[in-house]
């Protein structure tokens, strides 16, 4: 065992110096044991902390709309920075593994703050299939992938599903994005969402129309169901609406 160990131990050596990993926010080289990000921008990226207390203004822009249990952003999203760079990457430019790797970060974040250790099921917020197609895949779903090995809950990609290729919200205005969310998503598995209790999970919160949206369907659709949301980022209005 411990000769197949040191076999193990050489490879990743050689690996490591043939092919070193870099950061995926500044570029330095790292180790494989930092999941991609280095411990400069891991200090320097801007934390909402908002997993750390219910209290938040995420979760409370969903005041008197849901019933929500816990809901929080990871860090905030703001313009020219370094961390929105980063997510137009894993969402545009095919490189999942950003969005996987932030995930399992965040995972930890939410483990360790003990509000989330009750999660059966996350759902990643559904795009459209035509949209799905356009990209590759479905950003949310590689977030809620690490998300759960940090929680050790289960993913269900299929249990709700978009019903409109709605355009992008990054251009609309605040009221225009709340038009229509109403039925823009529909639970087809509501029989797997009994009794349990969700963790939606999403990449960038801005308005929380989007956000909103699903998490109505499955509240209709399965009452009996708990729900808690996570967004990776937050845009920094949320705090003065």
Known sequence: MSTLRSIVELYHDIRSLLFPECCMVCGEHISSTMHGICPRCR??????????????????RFDGLLPIVHGSSFFFYRG???????????????????AYNLGEWYGAELKASEFYDDIDVIIPLPLHPIKTLKRGYNQARYLADGIAKSLGASVDSHAVRRTRNNPS?????????????????????????????ILVV????????????????????????????????????????
């Open 169 to 197: 919200q990054a251009r609309r205005k605040r009221r225009e994005r709340w038009e229509g969310v109403d039925d823009l998503f529909r639970v087809t598995k509501p029989e797997r969402l009994r009794g349990k209790h």
């Open 80 to 98: 020219n920075s370094l961390w929105r760079t980063l997510i137009h990457r894993f969402k545009y430019g095919g490189m999942w593994q950003m």
């Open 43 to 60: 200090l320097e990226i801007p934390v909402t902390n908002y997993w750390l207390r219910d209290d938040n203004p995420a979760k409370e």
């Open 202 to 241: 999403d990449d960038v919160m801005t308005s929380g129309a989007t956000l909103y949206g699903c998490m109505l369907a499955i509240h209709t659709a399965v009452p009996d169901a708990r729900i808690s949301f996570a967004t990776l980022a937050v845009t920094q209005y949320i705090s003065h609406l």
